[in-house]
């Protein structure tokens, strides 16, 4: 096996220096820390130095930052970035979560990633999945989830960002975003003999050409996938290419570019890839090490859990509580194992959904009942924090196919052949190409579908969902003021529901017996809530999966609309079947029972425990991501999203918290 620094050097980046790799609780969250010398101008050093304990920070900081994924990461980038205004002090703590050491799994699109950097925590009993539990999925890492996930890169449409406009939130409609969308990026046009296989675009004008998140497209695909633009054959003579074509024979168009706010039909998406040397292209490798050694003004804090923010008697946020976590591990007494950091200018929370809510109800800002009944002071009654929470519900439907005609190879030689992956991975290293290219268990061959080309029954959909009762879609608890928010937010994605332009289903394809359905744009609610003032202990995590009626309705029409896929006649040449649920599973009530005991809650995107609404809608925050009644507290991170955009979520925060770093720096110019 090579050595951490041989595969660093084979992909042309730079080896981190070494860190602590201890097993971390799940309760860990991710902590920045960012400092200016207004404060105090001692120097922090030469560098944007990595600590592991707390006592070799200063007691006070411009900015603490919570949260050292996606978000937390640009954030801190960009509040460090200005070069006049050094000698500012910044640091970034990872409160939790370790830095990871360059593996090929984080590095390296088909390997998958170390295990050891994700956490999967459970719900309750889902009653609309036949009552059971469901996995709640996590990063813990520096960089958050763009350093484990997929890969895949695309915005969503221009209506999503709209409907956030729409519910009282100025400068957060599409237009307002794309500069943020094209800040964050730097584009790599496809190759031209790439371009000539897939429905991909030469425009690059939806694009960014300067920004630190590498995108493009991996160098390979499998045969099964390509276009219907290649007419070509395998080795054995098999002819290739028919995803695309079967979506072109039941009316469903390609879609060259689906980057620029309409991104429905069969496309080739982006991936945040690396072109030149075909890696992947994470928060860390984007905001991070490109200025680690060279900012003076920038800490990252590792190993330390947040447990409370600190709120003083005028409602300002003044600093953070961290504990050690290696201290929660082992038995013994650490000198640091409760430290008390200062902000002299705004916490900004962007611990990432599952856990931005729980560390504002613990430290006292939520639902006033809740907060009461578990002991804790109350400090500003929100009723919105935990609530609003939304993922993307997802079935793996299997196929097989006739393996005879099939035009090698296909993606489960991972499972069955490790010669192949052997083989697969020495190309790779030697020359950048081959099927290692493509992200483990994902891709870029997708088919997002508008609920009018899901079925020409989308108006009685429509008015289907008009006639529910909203107030039994809301968890148990929820305000009143929510359900005025809640009729806002149906009101809108309603709208998007009538629309060509905006997808509400996704169906993905790597050319294996497993394919991806997922409801991307649900109705449902769900909560995340504290039931313990222990900050270490984890929340009641409900998703409220299938709780509208509506969300089973177009999940049915797309699992009908999957079979016609399946059966389409340019399959027919290589013996496409469905296998589960099976083609016994006839008649809209055999299918939704099957629906409820395949699917799973999460397509790993959670959004929108801290909404970004009206206060009087239940909302969280204002349009400047401050907490509604605390000075010097905002959140930057997917729990603002008042409701989820139609796509995958790495994309969308990094502008959310591009724009956000914007505003942080508007106000301190005004302050």
Not at 93 to 112: F, I, M, N, T, Y
Request: proline residues 8%.
């Amino acid at each position: 096996m090579a050595s951490k620094s041989a595969y660093a050097e084979r992909l042309m980046l730079p080896v981190s220096r070494p860190m602590i790799a201890a097993a971390l609780p799940l309760s860990a969250l991710l902590l920045l820390l960012v400092q200016t010398a207004v404060v105090s101008p001692q120097p922090l050093g030469t560098q944007a130095t990595v600590v592991d304990s707390a006592s070799s920070l200063k007691d006070r900081y411009d900015y603490v930052v919570v949260g050292g994924g996606t978000s937390g990461l640009v954030v801190a980038n960009r509040l460090t970035e200005d070069p006049s205004a050094l000698p500012r002090r910044y640091l970034d703590s990872a409160d939790g979560k370790q830095r990871d050491k360059l593996e090929p799994g984080v590095l390296v699109p088909g390997v998958p990633p170390p295990t050891e950097y994700s956490r999967n925590y459970q719900s309750v009993p889902q009653p609309g999945l036949n009552n059971r539990p469901q996995s709640v999925y996590s990063a813990a890492v520096v960089g958050g989830a763009t350093v484990i996930n997929g890969m895949f890169f695309n915005r969503g449409s221009a209506a999503d960002y709209d409907s956030w406009l729409k519910l009282g939130n100025p400068g957060w409609g599409w237009e307002d975003l794309l500069p943020y969308f094209k800040k964050s990026e730097t584009f790599t046009p496809a190759p031209e003999g790439l371009s000539t296989q897939y429905p991909i675009s030469d425009d690059l004008a939806p694009h960014g050409t300067d920004g630190p998140v590498q995108s493009s497209f991996a160098q390979y695909q499998y045969p099964v996938l390509k276009s219907n633009q290649c007419n070509g054959v395998d080795d054995r003579g098999m002819h290739i290419g028919y995803f695309y074509p079967a979506w072109n024979s039941i009316g469903v168009p390609s879609n060259l570019q689906p980057n620029n706010g309409r991104p429905v039909d069969a496309f080739y998406s982006t991936l945040s890839l690396t072109a030149f040397n075909q890696s992947r292209c994470s928060a860390t490798t984007a905001y991070f090490r490109p200025i680690e050694g060279k900012r003076p003004n920038f800490h990252l804090l590792t190993l330390h859990s947040v447990t409370k923010i600190l709120i003083n008697k005028e409602k300002r946020a003044t600093g953070v509580e961290v504990e050690s976590t290696t201290h929660q591990q082992a038995s013994g007494y650490y000198t640091d194992m409760y430290h008390d950091i200062r902000a002299s200018q705004e916490v900004i929370v962007a611990a990432g959904a599952p856990r931005s809510p729980q560390l504002l109800q613990i430290s006292g800002v939520g639902p006033r009942k809740l907060l009461k009944g578990l002991g804790i002071k109350v400090i500003q009654d929100l009723p919105g924090v935990g609530y609003n929470f939304q993922d993307q519900p997802t079935m793996f439907a299997g196929v097989t196919y006739d393996y005879s005609k099939y035009p090698l190879p296909t993606p489960s030689y991972y499972f069955t052949n490790q010669s192949w992956v052997a083989e697969q991975l020495a190309i790779y290293y030697q020359n950048r190409t081959g099927p290692v290219t493509l992200p483990y268990l994902s891709g870029s061959t997708v088919a997002f579908l508008s609920l009018q080309r899901l079925t020409d029954q989308y108006q009685q959909i429509i008015q289907s969902a008009k006639q529910a009762d909203l107030r039994k879609v809301l968890p148990a608890g929820a305000d009143m003021t929510l359900l005025e928010g809640y009729k806002a937010q149906q009101s809108a994605i309603l709208a998007d529901y009538g629309s060509p332009d905006t997808a509400v289903y996704e169906m993905g394809m790597l050319g294996n017996e497993v394919v991806p359905l997922t409801l991307i744009k649900p109705l449902s609610r769900g909560s995340i809530l504290i039931n313990s003032s222990d900050p270490l202990t984890d929340p009641v995590f409900d998703y409220g999966t299938f709780q509208h009626p509506a969300d089973m309705q177009v999940f049915i029409a797309s699992y009908k609309k999957f079979r016609q896929f399946v059966g389409a006649e340019p399959w027919r040449a290589v013996g496409l079947q469905e296998t589960l649920p099976g083609p016994s599973v006839q008649g809209d009530g055999a299918i939704e029972a099957a629906i409820r005991n395949i699917t799973v809650s999460t397509w790993s995107h959670p959004v929108g425990t801290c909404a970004m609404m009206p206060k009087e809608h239940g909302g969280v925050l204002d349009p400047q991501l401050r907490v509604y009644g605390i000075k010097g507290l905002s959140v930057v991170d997917a729990s603002m999203m008042p409701i989820i955009p139609a796509t995958h979520t790495s994309a969308p925060v990094y502008a959310v918290a591009e724009k956000a770093a914007d505003l942080i720096k508007q106000r301190r110019r005004r302050s």
